[in-house]
């Protein structure tokens, strides 16, 4: 590559790595850079990484399901762990696609490409509600069946298809968006307002729950196969992402950002390989028979001969040497296809690049799937997580959208905590009128649709023990003791 060239991609990765921090405005960004940089000597995307550690959302996963719900053992992952080993795997495919990048001309720090996956890893999976992917169903089911769509001839708490469709098609990438830039320091714009990069990087489907046109989403097109922000966070999305200089295809909807590729990579990795062993490691699946699925993926070379006779030991070993021979294949794939990457041409998975290395992660989830996702009691647990979100949501949301709430209903509302309610946009009037609103004032000054947001933020917000222990006491299963 030509000189030029390289000027060219090195402005270009400069854009893509801004650290202008979403929601703060001109002079709120000198303020708060002039005062960390007295005192702090860690880079944006370090403090990023340190923000989401200690936040509440973050330490909310340690019981919340990665696969199985409720699990009595202590060895098996939930969230929170599976979240911090794919930050470790982030790190590495981040770093050494840096250095890739760099043998390739562009001047960059490889060091901040590290840690700002590993951050985005860490915020992967914040937005999950409890019971993983069988909550999002249970959202999903609860409002189809519940909550009619604008302009059908019934009574609606939407003003638009998107607002509804949020909702319908409710979305744990979206509402991971939302908790990090509007439920966090609820009082200001932006929230705790992190780099545009890091949110870029964390944003696997960069459009609305409705294309433009309400055309169908593009099979085949990765970036459409989900959304990833809610039409109340909009304005942050589009701040986010034209920071960063994204490509807008159409008005709202993005290419990714090319560092969001390596954030799947870290997820489909840990997820096939890790999930297999906590199967294992429950007596889901034959210990011997995990250990083989793994070798099977190793070069013979590296297989060790004999085998470790414990089980356990050679588990471990061979999932160790799995992800070791896994990242520099993504490595790989994203500096052969960087230049693509980068113009937002590419709309594959870094795996799917590597057409064998797909097929031994679908082989691995395919079996684990069988007979671990779809253990019985999996399944079981997950079909009480469904009535449990469906019953809290038949309590708080018809409770918040009521006009005229009865007395059940406004108990019910006063269960929900007020900061609930606060967005910045009234942060103003209530400091000037020196006291909290109440709490139906609060409620009253949204619309049927935010109301309904902030009903979905307190669920999801809840772990899976205490969603059922709330449901529970809120049904009169258990009375609070």
């Known amino acids: 590559m030509s ?12 854009r893509l790595l801004s650290d202008t921090r979403v929601g703060s405005g001109p002079r709120d960004a000198q303020v708060e850079d002039a005062a960390h940089r007295r005192l702090d000597e860690r880079n944006d995307y370090s403090r990023d990484y340190d923000r989401i550690v200690f936040s509440s959302e973050f330490r909310c996963l340690h019981d919340k399901t990665q696969v199985f719900p409720l699990s009595t053992s ?22 050494q ?50 909550l009619s769509p604008p302009g059908e001839g019934r009574k609606s708490p939407f003003a638009t ?28 714009r932006g929230g705790l307002r992190y780099t545009a990069a890091m949110l870029g990087a964390m944003s696997k489907y960069p459009r609305p729950s409705v294309l433009p046109g309400s055309r169908q989403k593009t099979k085949g097109v990765v970036s459409e196969r989900k959304f990833g ?30 560092l969001a590729f390596l954030v799947e990579a870290a ?14 490691k429950l007596g889901l699946v034959p210990l011997e028979r995990a250990c083989e699925l793994l070798d099977s993926v190793l070069p013979e070379s590296t297989v060790r001969k004999p085998p470790p006779r414990h089980l356990e030991t050679r588990l471990a070993q061979a999932r160790a040497r799995v992800i070791g021979k896994l990242i520099p294949q993504c490595v790989e794939a994203f500096v052969e296809h960087a230049l693509d990457l980068e113009a937002g041409r590419t709309e594959q998975s870094l795996t799917a690049l590597k057409p064998d290395v797909r097929a031994q992660l679908d082989e691995i989830t395919g079996f684990t799937r069988e007979h671990g996702y779809w253990s019985e009691r999996v399944l079981q647990i997950e079909s009480a997580g469904f009535k449990t979100l469906g019953g ?87 009375l609070p003791s």
């Not at 696609?97 to 890893?121: F, M, N, R, Y």
């Not at 997820?267 to 294992?280: F, K, N, Q, T």
Request: glycine share 6%.
């Open 161 to 188: 298809e998107a607002e509804w469709r949020d909702l319908r098609d409710f979305e744990g990438n979206a509402q991971g968006f939302r908790i990090l830039n509007r439920l966090q320091s609820r009082e200001r």
């Open 267 to 280: 997820d489909d990795i840990c997820y096939a390989v890790i999930d297999l062993e906590d199967s294992a």
């Open 229 to 258: 922000y809610f039409q109340d966070d909009l304005d942050l999305a589009l701040e986010a992402f034209r920071a960063t200089d994204l490509r807008e295809r159409e008005p709202g909807v993005f290419s990714r950002h090319p």
């Open 392 to 478: 809290l949501l038949d309590m708080f949301a018809l409770s918040v959208v009521a006009e005229s709430p009865n007395a059940e209903e406004r108990k019910l509302r006063q269960l929900l905590p007020l900061e609930c309610f606060q967005r910045p946009e009234f942060a103003a009037a209530d400091e000037a009128a020196r006291r909290p609103p109440r709490r139906d004032e609060a409620i009253q000054r949204l619309t049927p649709y935010q109301r309904l947001l902030c009903v979905t933020d307190y669920i999801t917000g809840l772990s899976d023990s205490r969603a059922v222990e709330l449901y529970q006491r809120l049904s009169g299963i258990q």
């Open 74 to 95: 202590d060895y098996t992952r939930t969230r929170l762990t599976h979240s911090i080993e794919a930050s470790c795997v982030g790190r590495s495919l981040g770093h």
């Open 97 to 146: 696609a840096g250095l890739g990048l760099k043998a390739q001309g562009v001047d960059l720090d490889p060091s901040h490409l590290g840690t700002i996956v590993a951050a985005a890893c860490l915020a992967h999976d914040i937005g999950n509600p409890p019971f993983g992917h069988s909550g999002e169903a249970a959202i999903q089911h609860w409002v189809g069946q519940r």
């Open 3 to 14: 000189r030029d060239d390289n000027q060219e991609r090195t402005e270009r990765w400069r």
